[in-house]
């Protein structure tokens, strides 16, 4: 079963909009991370919140988790067009160890 | 911080042939990470390359298809063999944050984009 799931698929925004992508998990995890992915490049790490942690910020973004719905949000306030990229989810799974579990993403454009 | 060089960065094969894609890290790192990425979809984790023993293939992924090599803590290979037109990804190479826990974050390389005819 998929791991992490996001939505939505794709979002489009004006620029100086805020952006709010929703990732979901199926098992209990240790951690919760956000990486950004830009055209076909490499993944950036953004943010990472532990099961412990209920909010996290970083600049423009913020970061919750709720472990009770299995569930995280990641808002990026005031929206640049740089800001255009995918934006994926990734779960360390409790007691599996080894590896991270990546979403399907969210495709993000910020129209300037 | 890590910085990883990959390269090519983009190949077009021909169906039947074998590309080798070689990474670089900017330090000494444990495990290297393999990812597979196919069009429009997320990442999937071919195999865990250690220095010194056989990698560790996930399931789906073997290693006469993707036989990896780790010569040193700095480098690895992933060579994609006898490709189809189904092996049309991206691949990317990875290593962990050495300063934090496991799993906490990875550095990623800028990937190879590959188009198989």
């Known amino acids: 079963s998929q791991q992490g799931e996001e939505d939505p698929q794709a979002l489009s925004i004006q620029e100086g909009e805020n952006a709010t992508m929703n990732c979901s998990y199926k098992t209990s995890i240790n951690n919760l991370q956000w990486y950004r992915q830009n055209s076909g490049r490499g993944l950036v790490h953004l943010i990472l919140?532990?099961?412990?942690?209920r909010e996290k910020h970083s600049g423009r973004l913020r970061v919750t988790l709720d472990t009770s719905k299995k569930s995280s949000s990641l808002l990026i306030t005031a929206s640049r067009a740089a800001d255009t990229a995918s934006y994926f989810c990734a779960t360390d799974k409790r007691n599996q160890g080894g590896k991270l579990i990546f979403g399907q993403g969210t495709e993000l454009s910020v129209k300037p | 911080s890590a910085v990883i060089s990959q390269k090519p960065s983009r190949d077009i094969c021909q169906r039947g042939t074998s590309l080798t894609i070689q990474c670089q890290v900017d330090s000494q790192v444990t495990m290297m990470f393999w990812y597979r990425q196919q069009p429009g979809q997320s990442l999937t984790l071919i195999a865990t390359a250690n220095q010194g023993s056989e990698a560790t293939y996930e399931s789906g992924f073997v290693i006469d298809k993707f036989p990896i090599s780790r010569p040193n803590l700095t480098f690895s290979t992933l060579t994609v063999s006898n490709m189809s037109p189904e092996d049309s990804s991206i691949y990317l190479c990875?290593?962990?944050?050495?300063?934090?826990?496991?799993?906490?974050?990875?550095?990623f390389g800028s990937g190879t984009q590959l188009s198989v005819l």
């Open positions: 990875s290593v962990e944050d050495s300063s934090g826990f496991t799993n906490e974050k990875l550095f």
């Open positions: 919140i532990r099961s412990n942690e």
